[in-house]
Every structure is written in structure tokens, then in C-alpha cells.
């Protein structure tokens, strides 16, 4: 049974910074891109950002040059680091690995 649990999100203030991570189980991580996906109230999921199995990153313009997505295959963990934080960053963060997904964390941003 494939798992995916995200921990990490909470409240900070605009310009902060936070760590998400990913613990996943069940699924051979390291043949695995992971994902980074958003929700805010009312509108829509969006990718966040994207490392491959081998380490390639990708990320969404508006979170270029702030986040930072990084996996230990050692450990079965995918992290995101969110630094300069804005309000419309607020959102319930989920990993995802092919079709899987994890419960998602709440990141809220405080101005």
C-alpha cells in the first residue's frame, strides 16, 4: 500500500521561511518523480514544482527563485523548502508520486 504523508506546514509570517517534507512508503521511491501541488480557498490545485528520479527539477514561475524541491531516495523523503513567503502562498500542500497523493499540509502565510 502505496503512503504518502506530508509534515512540516504551518503559520508564518510574509518573508518567512518553511520546510515541508514527504515521507513516502509502499512504492519504489527512487523510479519516482515527485510533485508538489497547491490548493488555495477557492481556486483550483496547481502544480508547485517537480524533481525527477534523477534529481532534475522544475518549478511554476511564480515560485522560481523561492522554493526549492530536493529527495533523499536513502531515506524515502521529498522536501520542499519555502523561503520568502507570501500571502498567496497560503494553501494546503500535497505531494504526489504518479497517481498517488498524500493528505496534504496547511500553509498559511500571515501578513
Known amino acids: 500500500q502505496v503512503q504518502l504523508v506530508e509534515s512540516g506546514g504551518g503559520l508564518v509570517q510574509a518573508g518567512g521561511s518553511l520546510g515541508l517534507s514527504c515521507a513516502a512508503s509502499?512504492?519504489?521511491?527512487?523510479?519516482?518523480?515527485m510533485n508538489w501541488y497547491r490548493q488555495a480557498p477557492g481556486k483550483e490545485r496547481e502544480l508547485v514544482g517537480r524533481?525527477?528520479?534523477?534529481?532534475?527539477?522544475y518549478y511554476v514561475n511564480s515560485v522560481k527563485g523561492r522554493f526549492t524541491i530536493s529527495r533523499d531516495n536513502a531515506k524515502n523523503m521529498a522536501y520542499l523548502q519555502m523561503n520568502s513567503l507570501k500571502p498567496e502562498d497560503t494553501a494546503v500542500y500535497y505531494c504526489?508520486?504518479?497517481?498517488?497523493w498524500g493528505q496534504g499540509t496547511q500553509v498559511t502565510v500571515s501578513s
Open positions: 509502499g512504492l519504489s521511491f527512487s523510479n519516482y518523480g
Open positions: 504526489t508520486a504518479a497517481t498517488y
Open positions: 524533481i525527477g528520479s534523477g534529481g532534475s527539477t
